[in-house]
């Protein structure tokens, strides 16, 4: 490993798979434990977010300005932060969906033959 | 209820020794109740097979709390901290069955891990060539009357940690390579 690859970034596209779906759960505002339950379920369990990869992808999610957290907290706790899409954010899903749908075109067409 | 501890030390890239130490422990009826640099309390109880695992963070107020609640509600109960490390064991009930379920994080907190001992190290190392200049200017006979015990001290003392320093650094290396 390059010495600088100890302090470059991870979170740059393409995404990872878990801070994909992070950001997919986010188009509608989630607590980070609402997080976790909708991607587990939406995936079939496939997907089962570890706190520590769920808080690390929230940390920088928010630094890159892809989410913020919203200022009212959620009802029956007083620690977990609401967070929602930006309107990057929102723009980073849309094209990274897209790409994933256009590179699954790809694997589909040469399946087929 | 009764405390028994144990005394042990880890190296920052022997997490997973630290984790099956003490998930053996579990698996004898010890329980972590507080872990520390060297001391670790443990409280008798029924045997468990359980998970331990450690997480590297420097985290303060809010943004502490935030992080602790997530593993809270993931099912991994927050045992206890000493400086960047902190102990996890999981519930039962836990929703997540590791606390880093990618390849990329998993790494990330290792890199995490690798620049907070390139902190140490380099402070260390500061010390050492302090401790250098100073021994070579007693030897010089610049500073008058002092003895040149005290500086060689310095220098075998801070020199040897940040070796040592250099060596987990190094270690952690490997097992950021082992990531998959």
């Given amino acids: ?113 | 209820m009764s405390v028994t501890t144990r005394w042990r030390y880890f190296l920052a890239y022997e997490d997973p020794k630290a984790e099956a130490w003490l998930e053996e422990h579990a698996r004898h009826g010890l329980h972590l109740t507080r872990p520390g640099l060297f001391r670790f309390a443990f409280e008798e109880g029924e045997p468990r097979t359980e998970k331990y695992r450690l997480d590297f963070q420097t985290l303060r107020g809010s943004t502490r709390d935030e992080y602790l609640a997530l593993f809270r509600d993931a099912g991994w109960e927050f045992v206890g901290q000493v400086a960047n490390r902190y102990y996890f064991r999981a519930q039962p009930d836990a929703i997540a069955p590791e606390i880093f379920s990618d390849v990329e994080s998993r790494r990330d907190r290792i890199r995490r891990q690798m620049r907070f001992g390139a902190v140490v190290t380099g402070l260390l190392a500061l010390e050492t060539s302090i401790g250098l200049n100073r021994l070579f200017k007693t030897m010089a006979g610049q500073v008058a009357g002092a003895s040149i015990g005290a500086p060689i001290l310095m220098v075998a003392l801070t020199g040897s940690f940040s070796a040592l320093g250099v060596w987990v650094i190094w270690q952690l290396e490997q097992a950021y390579k082992r990531q998959h």
């Fill in chain 1, 1 to 113: 490993m390059r010495i600088s690859a100890v302090f470059a970034r991870s979170d740059q596209p393409p995404l990872t798979e878990a801070t994909y779906c992070i950001l997919a759960a986010l188009a509608e505002p989630r607590h980070g434990y609402a997080v976790m339950q909708w991607v587990g379920e939406v995936t079939g369990e496939r997907v089962k977010l570890g706190p520590g990869t769920l808080y690390g992808a929230l940390t920088a999610l928010q630094e890159r300005g892809m989410i913020v957290p919203l200022g009212g907290r959620q009802e029956g706790s007083d620690r977990r932060k609401v967070y929602a899409l930006t309107e990057r954010g929102r723009a980073l899903l849309e094209s990274e969906t897209s790409r994933l749908e256009s590179t699954a075109r790809v694997g589909r067409r040469a399946l087929k033959k």
